[in-house]
Nanobody, 116 residues
Framework: VQLVESGGGLVQAGGSLRLSCAASGRDFSMYTMGWYCQAPGKQRELVASITGGGRTNYADSVKGRFTISRDNAKNTVFLQMNSLKPEDTAVYYC???????????WGKGTLVTVSS
């Protein structure tokens, strides 16, 4: 399994970024795909996830600002991040989770920096 993330960068507060994660190596239709973030000195935490059927879950801190989506034909998951805040600054990791046993595969991460 390979996960390749893209779309991170530097943006001013109030701006937007769109992260993408392309997965390869198998059929991911039975996998939940998602994004975690890890800020300096903090634990990695869930940002959003989406099942193969399209059910979504969001951290309270991003509800109404971030939208997760996926393209099952291309094994790609997206995270549209709007109204970004300095506290959103973190490394964002793509993760795919095998539904039947919870096995996780992680990407290498992409840095998002939001300036005030």
């Amino acid at each position: 399994v390979q996960l390749v993330e893209s779309g991170g960068g530097l943006v001013q507060a109030g701006g937007s970024l769109r992260l993408s994660c392309a997965a390869s190596g198998r059929d991911f239709s039975m996998y939940t795909m998602g994004w975690y973030c890890q800020a300096p000195g903090k634990q990695r935490e869930l940002v959003a996830s989406i099942t193969g059927g399209g059910r979504t879950n969001y951290a309270d801190s991003v509800k109404g600002r971030f939208t997760i989506s996926r393209d099952n034909a291309k094994n790609t998951v997206f995270l549209q991040m709007n109204s970004l805040k300095p506290e959103d600054t973190a490394v964002y990791y793509c993760v795919v989770t095998r539904d039947y046993d919870g096995m996780n595969y992680w990407g290498k991460g992409t840095l998002v920096t939001v300036s005030s």
